[in-house]
């Protein structure tokens, strides 16, 4: 299919969906090889998903292994993910979802949106992602959201803790100039508010000298962003260590000088087309 680049393309299946389940648990599942999401969480809650094992190869596009919309009170624990697009990501109208003991990788990380491509998206609240570790994944912890959003919406109390990176090449994210594939006005920016996000305990290797990104919205800044225990190193040869904060001045303990918004950029950057 097209979807990574026309959004209203003709969808293709997802191995499983899930939708209107409430007060129910799903555990011991295998999805191989899907040609587009292995797992669709829609409209489901008070929901646990455990023992899952979900793999396809890391070039199959948007084969997200767990993905999920409009639910509440979802829990993901003990899976083992491994595809080409994100590990677990979490769309819009998301509430109390908690994502613990999971391991990634390849793939490209745990990522709240993408939001704000769509009009009147609802708030994604209540996020806690605990001990999970990525290996080899192209972003670890990310908040994405698309420039030009056509509603205002919000993205709010989002926690990371605990998290082990191994060679991975955006570990610490926020990207809200999100734009894959395709062409986007970048002037118009996007209307996202982020807000009373932390990454706490984050421990691990970086492939890219670029270990934390924080670009945030021009005009609608992130608010109360922590970072505490960020210990990240870089082991390439692709210059130092370092750390860019854009629209944000998060609140930083346990961090190295070389974490900690080394860079403060008030120009306008480029669009992100990963
Ligand atoms: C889930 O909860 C919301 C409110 O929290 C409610 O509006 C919705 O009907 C519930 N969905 C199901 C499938 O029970
Ligand atoms: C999900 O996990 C949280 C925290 O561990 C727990 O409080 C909650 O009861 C769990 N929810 C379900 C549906 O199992
Ligand atoms: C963390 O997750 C791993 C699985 O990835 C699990 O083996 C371990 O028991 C978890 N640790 C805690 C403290 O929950
Ligand atoms: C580290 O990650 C990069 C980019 O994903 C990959 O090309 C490389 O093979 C990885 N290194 C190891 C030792 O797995
Ligand atoms: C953010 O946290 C503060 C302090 O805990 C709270 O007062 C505020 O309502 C929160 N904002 C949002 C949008 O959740």
């Known amino acids: 299919n097209d979807c990574?680049?026309?959004?209203?393309?003709?969808?293709?299946?997802?191995?499983?969906?899930?939708?209107?389940?409430?007060?129910?648990?799903?555990?011991?599942?295998?999805?191989?090889?899907?040609?587009?999401?292995?797992?669709?969480?829609?409209?489901?809650?008070?929901?646990t998903f455990q023992h899952l094992t979900i793999t396809s190869p890391d070039e199959s596009r948007n084969t997200d292994g767990i993905h999920i919309g409009a639910s509440t009170g979802i829990n993901i624990t003990q899976a083992k993910i491994g595809t080409g697009d994100d590990c677990v990501s979490i769309g819009d109208d998301s509430h109390q979802i908690t994502v613990t003991d999971v391991t990634c990788g390849p793939g490209h990380g745990i990522s709240i949106g993408s939001l704000g491509r769509y009009k009147e998206e609802k708030a994604v609240t209540g996020i806690i992602v605990k001990n999970c570790t990525l290996t080899n994944t192209q972003n670890g912890m990310r908040i994405k959201t698309w420039p030009d959003s056509p509603s205002p919406s919000i993205a709010s109390d989002i926690h990371f803790e605990d998290i082990i990176m191994v060679n991975v090449s955006n570990p610490i994210l926020i990207d809200q100039l999100?734009?894959?594939?395709?062409?986007?006005?970048?002037?118009?920016?996007?209307?996202?508010?982020?807000?009373?996000?932390?990454?706490?305990?984050?421990?691990?290797?970086?492939?890219?000298?670029?270990?934390?990104?924080?670009?945030c919205t021009r005009g609608i800044p992130c608010e109360n962003v922590e970072?505490?225990?960020?210990?990240?190193?870089?082991?390439?040869?692709?210059?130092?260590?370092?750390?860019?904060?854009?629209?944000?001045k998060p609140t930083i303990t346990g961090a190295i000088k070389a974490l900690a918004c080394a860079t403060s950029s008030l120009a306008p950057l480029p669009l992100s087309k990963k």
């Not at 409430?22 to 292995?38: A, C, E, G, Q």
């Not at 082991?235 to 904060?245: A, D, E, R």
């Open 227 to 248: 970072l505490t225990d960020i210990d990240l190193t870089y082991g390439g040869n692709q210059g130092p260590l370092t750390s860019l904060c854009s629209n944000v």
């Open 4 to 47: 990574h680049k026309n959004k209203n393309c003709k969808p293709i299946p997802v191995n499983l969906r899930f939708e209107f389940l409430t007060n129910s648990r799903v555990w011991d599942i295998t999805s191989l090889n899907s040609k587009n999401f292995h797992m669709h969480v829609f409209r489901c809650n008070h929901t």
């Open 178 to 215: 999100y734009c894959p594939y395709t062409q986007c006005d970048q002037k118009p920016p996007s209307k996202v508010k982020i807000s009373n996000v932390s990454f706490k305990n984050i421990k691990g290797s970086s492939f890219t000298p670029l270990a934390v990104k924080l670009v």
